[in-house]
């Protein structure tokens, strides 16, 4: 933010950096390498649904369009969190995390071409293997990457997140700032 | 390009604009007077404007500095970790994702009275505090609304703008008193010596250019205040996308303010500027001019408009 939007308090909202987002598929298959975690073809997109009309007709033009795009595989599903955060929960086959990723920019252009694009907040990818359950987490508006690793009760793993990151931290951005590793529990994907 | 819903509020940047105009004016008056007023007759009081100068300088650095611990420790608030208080911090979590800010420390006071402040000279230093009683009354989505409007302050850097702003009143507030002792006391040091007498007026006449300053100063930072709020309140509102559940908790917490006993509320009163809603005691009729917040009816009227905008 300028000096002089600070000066005169306008914030811009933040646009949502979608440029790191194409990385994830092929950190995937380092990640499958080094640790054994594989994508379970779950992901979700997480956004805050503003309020008024035109934003609720935009939700439902997106979950048609990812339905369309499902083809054969389940429809998409789409929740809210108890912080009044709208998840949709796309599921593909294992092995195609190249059309998720697709799916979830879809969810993006679509926002953004309608001036909603500043409400993404987040985007995950779950991956299950022997050390447990983690999610990658593709922060919109950082254009960056953390893990996030869910044990019994509201713990995080910090291990296998650290591990993870040390895995395929040279392949995806991710991010420095740990504090902005914030839990996602219980979110759709996971 | 992307379209934008987000269209800047002209009307509010003009007026605030114009407030710090008028403040940056008032302040280079009121140095230009001093001046004047002190070459006119031979600068042997040099030292009692200096030194109020000084001293407000080092009272603004100051409280910029310790902004931060001095407002948690008058609202008696404990910082609580994620652990403490999950809910709240899952809420800032995610205005800090989406606004893309770092995370201030989170602090949450015991009292009943329903408000929250940030305070912090900088996004690194931040502190947003809720109190306990409003923590009670507002639901999850309206708690969210009032800490976007706490986080558009921390964004804004309102509390180094309002310390600045503050800087004019301080000195102009400290001249007066510096003034007023050195008539009462400095006569009779100088007894009958009467080489230096220009000493009585001149002191008179500064004094009562800081009355004018102070009475200006304080107008005009209180209206940057009000400005500064609704500059808040959009922001916020933008921020989550929900100006409604932002004015609900506004009615919330606005009726539940005014319904506690006066008396408990004088305590408060220190502590308006860095508050959500203002602590109002009784005689509000003259108090637009005067407070910190715009009225309740201004702030509904702004985020009514913006709820349509982003209907459309």
Redesign the interface.
């Known amino acids: 933010m300028g000096f002089l939007d600070t000066l005169l308090g306008r914030t811009k909202p933040v646009q949502p950096n979608l440029d790191q987002l194409f990385a994830l598929p092929s950190a995937a298959i380092t990640l499958q390498a080094a640790t054994g975690l594989v994508p379970t073809g779950a992901g979700s997109v997480c956004f805050r649904s503003a309020e008024g009309r035109a934003f609720r007709d935009i939700e439902s033009d997106v979950r048609d369009l990812l339905n369309m795009s499902a083809g054969d595989a389940p429809p998409v599903e789409l929740s809210t969190d108890s912080y009044g955060f709208t998840w949709l929960l796309v599921r593909r086959p294992a092995d195609q995390l190249d059309a998720l990723v697709t799916d979830v920019h879809a969810v993006n252009s679509s926002l953004a071409d309608s001036g909603f694009g500043p409400q993404l907040l987040c985007s995950l990818v779950g991956f299950a293997g022997p050390p447990g359950r983690l999610a990658i987490v593709y922060l919109y508006k950082r254009g960056t990457f953390y893990p996030f690793a869910p044990k019994g009760g509201e713990t995080r793993d910090n291990a296998l997140e650290l591990q993870v990151r040390g895995a395929i931290g040279d392949d995806l951005k991710f991010e420095t700032d740990l504090s902005r590793w914030f839990p996602v529990w219980g979110a759709p994907g996971l | 390009m ?5 269209a ?1 509020d002209r009307g509010l ?1 003009a007026r ?2 114009l407030t ?1 105009f008028l403040l940056g004016a008032v302040f280079v008056g009121f140095v230009v007077a001093l001046v004047f007023i002190l070459s006119a007759v031979n600068a042997s009081n040099a030292a009692i404007v200096f030194f109020p100068i000084v001293l407000g300088l080092g009272l603004g650095i100051g409280s910029l500095y310790y902004s931060d611990k001095i407002a948690l420790r008058s609202a008696g608030a404990q910082v609580v970790t ?1 652990q403490q208080a ?1 809910e709240l911090h ?2 800032i ?2 205005i ?5 800010m ?2 201030p420390v989170v602090a949450i006071s015991p009292v009943d009275m329903p408000n929250a402040f940030a305070t912090g000279r900088n996004s690194k230093n931040a502190v947003v505090c809720v109190t306990q009683g409003l923590l009670r009354r507002l639901d ?2 309206e708690l ?1 609304g009032v800490l976007a409007h706490e986080m ?1 302050h921390v ?4 509390v180094v ?1 309002m310390t600045i702003a503050s800087f004019l009143g301080i000195i102009a507030g400290l001249l007066i008193r510096f003034a007023f002792y050195s008539e009462l006391f400095g006569g009779d040091r100088r007894g009958g010596n009467n080489n230096n007498g220009g000493a009585l007026p001149v002191m008179l006449i500064i004094m009562l250019v800081s009355i004018v300053v102070y009475a200006i100063s304080f107008l005009l930072i209180r209206l940057l205040s009000r ?2 709020e609704l ?2 309140d959009r ?1 916020g509102a ?8 932002l004015a609900s908790a506004l009615t919330k917490v606005s009726g539940d303010i005014a319904r506690i006993p006066s008396r408990d509320l004088r305590d408060a009163e220190a502590l308006n500027a860095f508050y959500f809603a203002p602590a109002i005691t009784s005689g509000q009729s003259l108090a637009n001019l005067f407070s910190t917040h715009p009225s309740l009816d201004k702030r509904l009227q702004q985020l009514d408009k913006i ?2 905008q ?3």
């Open positions: 992307a379209r934008t819903r987000y800047p940047t605030m604009t710090m994620a999950p899952g809420i979590d995610r800090c994702a989406l606004a893309d770092p995370k999850r989505e969210e558009s964004a804004h850097k309102d703008v400005y500064r500059a808040a922001s933008l921020l989550t996308g929900q100006p409604s559940k709820s349509k982003l209907g459309q």
